[in-house]
């Protein structure tokens, strides 16, 4: 499939001050914020970039939106080099930096689309209809005249989307769009990016993100950063297929049938090892098994045959937290927290 994004070797480093006292500088310190980084987005892909806050995640965004230049290497976006082709980069962009106040909360979401449109030159007519159009296509065209300050925070990360799309470029960078949304706007955002931007619209999307789920419903394909690095690249199915040694069962049952459950496993070699806990009611059972669907009939036969409960029977799946922490060594907040 042809590229829409093109990264070849960026790095990017900073000076950081470290301070005791609150005032006295004792030393300056080289942070690497990117380091050596090349990946390719294809046309048409959601492709995130999943990682702690301190990862890199945003200087990476910011490099290939032209903000700031990295130390070495270059990326081509929409076929432009961005660090000699700089206008013709950001005509091709549309940014959102979720946590940050990029639109103006005094100014209507009509006022502000109009504003920015002019920013980028969209001929008024043209503008005017445009952001008729994405205020309805954002279901917003009754608040349209209202300051973006009386609007609720997924109100206004609409408003945001709708600015970054205001002159219809093909390529959208997403940094955290989600962040400091509550749970329902988040997935309301969510399903908008993939249902409407990607799969109607077609936009290729470059999505930053430090939640797993978001990161798994969203994308196509997922980079995991760790510290200015990429650790691995794939699917988010092929990533958690990666490390999966077993399939786990879990399940319940009540205390009185422990002993049962117990003589049905060691009848059957269909798994390799099991472990059970149990509580003031309950017994807990989880089960290690080279084919976890073979399993699960058998145990649900043996179980009815005996009139037996079985409560909470599941089979795991490995999460993109496992993978992150089998390739990295810790886990998300674990890595965010050191940093």
């Known amino acids: 499939m042809p590229a829409d994004i093109i990264l070849k070797g960026l790095s990017k480093r900073f000076t950081k001050k470290e301070k005791k006292m609150g005032f006295i500088t004792l030393k300056k310190k080289l942070v690497t914020a990117v380091d050596n980084v090349s990946f390719t987005v294809n046309e048409g892909e959601i492709f995130g970039i999943l990682g702690p806050n301190g990862a890199g995640k945003t200087t990476l965004i910011k490099i290939l939106s032209t903000l700031i230049l990295p130390d070495s290497g270059t990326a081509y976006v929409n076929g432009y080099n961005i660090l000699t082709e700089e206008q013709k980069v950001r005509a091709s962009i549309g940014v959102v930096t979720g946590g940050e106040r990029s639109i103006y909360w005094k100014l209507s979401p009509l006022e502000n689309l109009l504003f920015f449109s002019k920013l980028y030159r969209v001929p008024s007519n043209v503008a005017k209809k445009r ?22 925070s997924g109100m206004k990360m609409k408003v945001i989307l709708a600015r970054a799309l205001i002159h219809d470029p093909p390529i959208l960078f997403l940094d955290e769009p989600t962040i400091g949304l509550d749970p329902g706007f988040s997935q309301e955002i969510r399903k908008f990016i993939k249902n409407v931007l990607n ?70 070699h269909l798994f390799e090892r099991y472990e059970n806990e149990k509580s003031a009611r309950r017994a807990h059972f989880k089960i290690f098994s080279k084919n976890g669907l073979e399993t699960m009939d058998y145990l649900i036969s043996e179980t009815q045959k005996r009139g037996i409960p079985l409560v909470n029977f599941r089979l795991q799946e490995p999460t993109l937290e496992d993978v992150f922490i089998k390739y990295t060594g810790k886990s998300l907040e674990e890595e965010e927290d050191e940093d």
């Open 131 to 152: 952001a008729k159009e994405l205020l309805e296509l954002m279901d917003l065209s009754d608040r349209a005249n209202d300051p973006v300050e009386d609007l609720s």
């Open 199 to 268: 799969r109607e619209q077609g936009k290729t999307i470059l999505l930053t993100t430090h939640y797993m789920d978001e990161a798994d419903f969203l994308c196509d394909r997922i980079a995991m950063m760790s510290k200015g690095k990429i650790i691995k690249i794939d699917t988010p199915e092929a990533l958690k297929m990666s490390i999966k040694e077993y399939d786990i069962i879990h399940f319940d049952t009540p205390l009185q049938y422990t002993e049962e459950i117990v003589k049905i496993l060691e009848q059957n």
